[in-house]
């Protein structure tokens, strides 16, 4: 608890004062390793790395998987001093974050290093339709089971924004504090119930699923629901979900957007 309020305590400073040399190397002291293991455990997550390595080997790495971590880093970085800290005091403040700094930015690395890997070509670009049907065609239960983490990976950001898009003002709190478990009934309920709509579909099959699922999203089974499957195949340690009512958000951001019917 102690390690906490002095971690919220160099954050508030940097977030007053702005950046400076002396803060910078304190965020380094206090944040920066867990933050390199949270990109190689990503890297390792979205199948880039056959095992996870320490990342202050990393200059071992094959050259595009070398520069898929640097580019990450620096473009975490960057991120971090445009404002991304800023963003997070403002939200502790303001009771709409209850997360540490580490969890908190799990989404954004996990963005960063999947734009990354694909402008290096590590990986592919599936589009939503094909990562629904390859759910729908997994054969064997292990098989199924990675494919579906994979699909949570890939799908789970845009899924949560969209259902939110959709939910009734007068719900809108109550799914909004759920969010995760909503998108787990989604992923792991919902999607496997339609397969014989997925497999054959061509083009937009997402929205249409989305737009039948709103009925059910503000229902007590969905709310209560508690998912079993990870995000790709298996648990890592940076992986911290939310505790129940948060999430990565801005909660009067995303409110806005549904309220007026614009979700960019």
């Known amino acids: 608890m102690q390690n906490v309020v002095s971690e919220r305590r ?3 400073r940097i977030a007053r004062r702005g950046w400076t040399e002396r803060l910078g190397q304190q965020f380094e002291t206090v944040f920066g390793e867990r933050i390199r293991w949270m990109i190689v455990a990503t890297m390792e997550r979205i199948g880039v790395l056959q095992w996870r390595i320490h990342p202050d080997r990393a200059d071992c790495l094959e050259d595009r998987r070398l520069a898929l971590y640097e580019n990450t880093l620096s473009d ?5 001093v445009s404002g991304l800290v800023e963003r997070y005091i403002k939200g502790v403040e303001e009771d709409r ?14 963005h960063l290093v999947i734009a990354n890997a694909r402008a290096l070509r590590l990986i592919g670009r599936q589009t939503s339709v094909e990562l629904l049907k390859s759910v729908c065609e997994a054969k064997r239960e292990a098989t199924y089971s990675d494919r579906l983490a994979w699909l949570k990976f890939c799908l789970e950001k845009k899924v949560r924004e969209e259902i939110l898009s959709r939910t ?34 061509i083009g937009t099959i997402l929205d249409d699923l989305l737009d039948e699922f709103e009925l059910l999203a503000s229902s007590e089974t969905t709310l209560e629901y508690i998912g079993v499957v990870t995000p790709v195949a298996r648990e890592l340690d940076d992986r911290v979900r939310a505790p129940e009512g948060e999430d990565e958000g801005e909660y009067l951001a995303v409110m806005t957007r549904a309220g007026e019917g614009r979700w960019q």
Do not use: K, M, N
Not at 175 to 191: A, C, L, N, T
């Open 10 to 12: 160099l954050l508030a």
């Open 76 to 80: 975490l970085w960057y991120e971090l």
């Open 97 to 110: 974050v209850h997360q540490d700094l580490v969890p908190y930015l799990r989404g954004v690395v996990r």
């Open 168 to 201: 009734e003002t007068a719900s809108f709190s109550r799914v909004y504090r759920r969010i995760h478990r909503v998108s787990d009934y989604f992923f792991e309920e919902f999607v496997p119930s339609q397969c014989e709509r997925i497999s054959p579909a």
